[in-house]
């Protein structure tokens, strides 16, 4: 004979209602704004797309940044990372509208391991022309006869854009983590 319990020994009473403000769930790691197919989520992801596109279209508006290896990499790097963020934006924006969940393994693996490469490069860009910036203004006081203000902008811009992306990277990874 098996050891169960019975409901006449043990009874089991009904889980209480949530219909009250004070009975409400906690909020769980898939509810956090900011994670993917949330408006958080989707205003990160524009934030990064403006300040990225800011950057470029202000870096490319000089007509020297070519002749600087950094300004180039962060012009590439840049660009890399709007097309990334403006995919994801337009994958958020669907998940929204359809009502979709993107918390799948899969789904969220890819979406770090994207932030976390496109992050990496974005920070390494924009460090470097920060360095070229001072260099150019501070050392060789050759501002002059070059667009200092314009690449000290479109630096900006990409740590801007960096900030902006660093909370997506460090949430999907927090939710693959979790999993």
């Known amino acids: 004979m098996m050891n169960g319990s019975r409901p006449t020994v043990h009874p089991v009473e009904a889980p209480p209602l949530n219909d009250g403000p ?16 949330t408006h958080g989520g989707l ?6 797309f403006l300040f990225g596109l800011v950057s470029v279209c202000v870096m490319a ?5 070519r002749s600087v290896t950094a300004f180039c990499y962060l012009v590439i790097a ?11 934006a337009i994958v958020d924006a669907y998940a929204l509208l359809v009502r979709r969940s993107l918390r799948k393994r899969v789904i969220v693996r890819l979406f770090a391991i994207g932030d976390g490469i496109t992050s990496t490069l974005i920070f390494a860009a924009a460090s470097a022309s920060a360095g070229i910036t001072v260099l150019i203004g501070n050392d060789l006081d050759k ?22 992306m660093t909370p997506s990277f460090l949430m999907n990874f927090w939710s693959l983590a979790s999993h």
């Open 22 to 37: 004070l009975n409400r769930p906690r909020m769980s790691m898939k509810d956090v704004q900011g994670m993917p197919g």
């Open 43 to 48: 205003a990160l992801r524009l934030l990064q």
């Open 61 to 65: 508006t000089t007509s020297d940044f």
């Open 78 to 88: 840049v660009s890399l990372q709007i097309s990334w963020s403006l995919s994801l």
């Open 143 to 164: 501002c002059s006869m070059n667009h200092c203000s314009r690449f000290e902008a479109a630096t900006a811009m990409a740590f801007i854009s960096w900030f902006a």
